[in-house]
């Protein structure tokens, strides 16, 4: 009897938002070469829902064009994606239509996750220098960590539990929240509530994976912001961008697919709410039923 030959690995395909920034876009298509030459055999390809090349579609034809008929969809978010979470998943359906016996198991994003909270203390380590030395240093600074904004609640729930999670037993005087867009408060007013919390030194913190132009309009609007209030030390820090974690997390989010029963569609989408959200992943085949 003649052993059948193993099913091959599913190809991994990363999706981002896209932005308009040029450099925020080849941030991102930088992060998807990397990942493939740290994992050599196996595809890797990224594309944006929309704004920047290379479009999704195209992402998924050049997989396709390699022989891929399964692979693993991992979007680059830090928590759900809101309302693009629908347009990607619709993306990928007609990506499937266009590509018959292609199919895909849906992953969680990298984010929350207690690697990407080391790098954030890292970024702000970094920005602070020399200058926070000790636990009393650290308690007269107050860090505002600004989201993406979304209209789903529990998207900008997850940036409210990541801030409490930085602030725990790391010394600051406080970790608050903003939003850059869609959502209260936005970066002006969380920088005044840390001010009348008794802020003087700020550290305003982008939670992005990647640099674009809503971390480039944080800047803009928190460098406004001090310019008018000379009294209070704003600093600002840096995207999580290319750590070494978040490679180590989207290869562990990958590892947690499912390898298996690629022409079932279950009709799973990602579990929300408790402990265990996203645990549950999509399975979806061009195979309709």
């Known amino acids: 009897m003649t052993t059948p030959a193993p099913t091959p690995a599913p190809a991994l395909l990363l999706v981002g938002h896209g932005t308009r ?23 890797v390809a990224g594309g944006f829902i929309g704004l920047s090349p290379p479009s999704l579609g195209d992402a998924v034809a050049g997989l396709a064009a390699q022989g891929v008929r399964r692979f693993a969809a991992v979007p680059m978010t830090l928590g759900p994606a809101g309302p693009a979470e629908g347009e990607l ?49 650290r308690a007269e600074v107050t860090v505002l960590l600004v989201g993406r904004g979304s209209t789903d609640p529990a998207a900008n729930a997850e940036v409210h539990r990541a801030a409490r ?15 850059v867009s869609l959502a ?45 209030r000379p009294e209070v030390e704003v600093l600002r820090a840096d995207v999580i961008g290319p750590a070494p ?24 989408r990602p579990h929300e709410g408790g402990p265990d959200r996203g645990l549950r992943l999509d399975r979806v085949s061009s195979h309709a039923h």
């Open 21 to 43: 920034d040029d450099a925020g876009a080849e941030a991102f298509r930088d992060f998807v070469r990397e990942l493939g030459r740290r994992n050599p055999g196996l595809p």
């Open 184 to 228: 209260a408060p936005d970066v002006p007013s969380g920088l005044e509530r840390c001010v009348k919390l008794g802020a003087r030194r700020i550290v305003v913190l982008p939670y992005f994976l990647f640099t674009g132009t809503l971390p480039e309009r944080i800047r803009q609007q928190s460098e406004g912001w001090a310019t008018a």
């Open 165 to 179: 999670l930085l602030w725990e037993g790391s010394g600051y005087a406080g970790v608050e929240t903003a939003f």
């Open 89 to 137: 998943t619709a993306g990928l359906a007609r990506e499937l239509a266009r590509h018959p016996g292609t199919s895909y198991t849906y992953g969680r994003p990298p984010g929350p996750d207690p690697a990407l909270l080391a790098v954030l203390e890292r970024r702000l380590d970094e920005t602070l220098g020399g200058a926070v030395r000790t636990p009393r240093d």
């Open 245 to 268: 974690e978040l490679f180590g997390l989207v290869m562990e989010r990958y590892r947690e697919t499912p390898a298996g029963d690629e022409g079932r569609d279950h009709g799973h």
